[in-house]
């Protein structure tokens, strides 16, 4: 049984991709014979090019190959910062199954900026949106999350008021100091702290034959009712400090943690309305060269099968 219920997707994609290899990063006329104002500049992460399939393919063309398949997605929007006319360029032409629409900031403004910055626009809706990191990969059933969540929610007064639901992967208990970790119970399904990288000694773990796991978040979750949590969950300090930090009237380190989502999603965890969906699909973080070459070491893997 599938979901049908119609959804949306923000991908967040502003990255610059710092720790990867220069040679991924130009931009080429063999790989990229449309963008000729940009060859042989320094490209966004999303245009990152990886190995995969006997081709070379950007990052997010690689993350977004799930999102053209699935006819309940009626938008794509693109949460852009560095670099964001390339990717413009790049998209604005292509003929794509979904239409593709742009959030873009000046300077970095935090990771809920482009949720913020579509609610300013008037183009929040409460349709349920999928909120996902451009850095990852992960292979999961989103509509088969969404009918789960609504299930989920059953347990919740007016969740009109908005919910979450986080997709969530697992890595050994002793890595976890390395990413954002949940502290999530299987029976109900809440989720009750999400945490920052943090000491591996303070992470919770369970135990899964005779090794210890944490659950982390993926990069990947589906907010239910957006407009009204946002409405909700949001107040005008976050959206002042936004404003302030891409207009570099703040120090964008000091203030980080006011515009993380994931600061939102403390905050909703602590109010009982997000959820977990714990997944065991593959998933990778792009962030560094030797995890990129971990992505396209499991697509050779997948071609060879």
Known sequence: ????????????????????????KIINKADFPELTDYWNQEGPKGLTLLNIHNSRIPLLDLHMQPYMHNSNITNITLGLGFASEMIIAYYQDKKMPVPISFTTEANPAGTIAPLLKMYELGHLANTPLLLANGDNLLQFDIDMAIQHAYQYATMLQDPEKGFVLNILTTV???????????????LTHNIYQFLEKQAVTSNPFFIENNQAFSYINSGFSIIFYPKNLIEHFVDDTIFRTMRSLENLELEYKKHETIVKYETLYAQIAQAG??????????????????QIQRIEAYYRRKESK
């Open 1 to 24: 049984m599938t979901n049908s219920n119609p959804f949306e997707v923000l991908v967040l994609s502003g990255g610059k991709a710092r720790r990867l290899s220069a040679e991924r």
């Open 172 to 186: 050994p208990h002793k890595e976890s100091s390395a990413y954002g970790v949940v502290d999530y119970d299987p």
């Open 273 to 290: 309305r997000l959820f977990g969906e714990p997944i065991k699909g593959f998933w990778a973080d792009s962030g560094t060269e030797d």
